[in-house]
C-alpha cells in the first residue's frame, strides 16, 4: 500500500495544510510541473500532483498556495496545493488527496453510506488496484475513489481528460458487482461549489457510458463535495448524481 505524500498533517477533526506560500501562476510547463511568481517577485517551479488537465483550475494569472519542500531528490522546491477559482472559492488540485479524504471520513463515521469498520486500501482485485475494500461481518464494499476539479454552474464533471484506466476500474467494480458484492463508484469533488454531479461526456464520452452501464449493472455512484480553506480541507457533504 503506497502512503499519500505527507504534505498534509492529519489530525483527529480534520486535515489540515501547513503553513502555505502565496503565488501567481505564470502558467503550466507540463503535466507535472507550472512556473509561479512568488510574492517577493522571483519565478520558482512547482509541482503539480495530479494527471488531470485542471481546466478551468489552473489558468494563468491566478492566485495559487505552494508548500515548500525540503528534499534534495526534488526537482522543484514547491507542491503546488490549492488554487483560487475565478468565481471565488479554492480548490485542491492534489488528486490522490481524494482517496484520503474518503478515508478521514470513513474513519470519522461521516459517510452513512458505507457503514463498515474494517477499511483496506489499494487491494488488488483482477487486473486492477481498487481503492478501498470496506468491509463488516455482513457484506463487502469495493470502491473506487475520483477526484472532481471541474465545475460549471454547480454541476461538477469527472473526467476532465480521457481516462483509459478509470474505464477499466468502472470494469472492475462491474464484476465485483455481478459476483454478489456491493461495488461504488465515489467522485469527490476537491472544491465547495459543486451541487450535483455527472460525467463529462464531451471530455470522454467512453467513460461516460461506461459509468451509466456499470450503474445498471449494480455498481452504486455517489459523489461529495468538500470545504476547502487555507487551513484544511474536508469532506463536508453529499451531493446528488445525474447520469
Known sequence: ???????????????????????????????????????????????????????????????????PVDDPQRKTNFTLVLSELESGGLCSVHAALANRLFAEALQKGGLSAFPYAEIQREVSQAHSRLDFRLSSPQAVCWVEVKSVTYVEKGLGMFPD?????????????????????????????????????????????????????????????RAYRCDVRLEGIEITGEIPVDI
Not at 502555505?20 to 507535472?32: D, G, K, M, S, Y
Not at 481546466?55 to 508548500?67: D, F, K
Open 161 to 221: 481528460a480521457p481516462t483509459p484506466r478509470g474505464q477499466r476500474h468502472l470494469e472492475t467494480l462491474a464484476q465485483l458487482a455481478a459476483g454478489g458484492a456491493k461495488a461504488c463508484a465515489v467522485f469527490i469533488a476537491q472544491r465547495g461549489d459543486a451541487i450535483r454531479f455527472t460525467p463529462f461526456d464531451a471530455v470522454d464520452p467512453s467513460f461516460g457510458e461506461t459509468l451509466r452501464r456499470v450503474h445498471r449493472q449494480g455498481v452504486a455512484v
Open 1 to 67: 500500500m503506497n502512503p499519500i505524500r505527507p504534505y498534509l498533517r492529519q489530525k483527529a477533526d480534520a486535515m489540515h495544510f501547513p503553513t502555505l506560500v502565496p503565488a501567481t501562476l505564470i502558467e503550466r510547463n507540463n503535466r507535472f510541473s507550472a512556473a509561479v511568481r512568488l510574492e517577493e517577485g522571483s519565478v520558482a517551479s512547482a509541482y503539480v500532483p495530479t494527471t488531470g488537465r485542471l481546466t478551468g483550475v489552473l489558468q494563468p494569472g491566478c492566485r495559487v498556495w505552494l508548500e
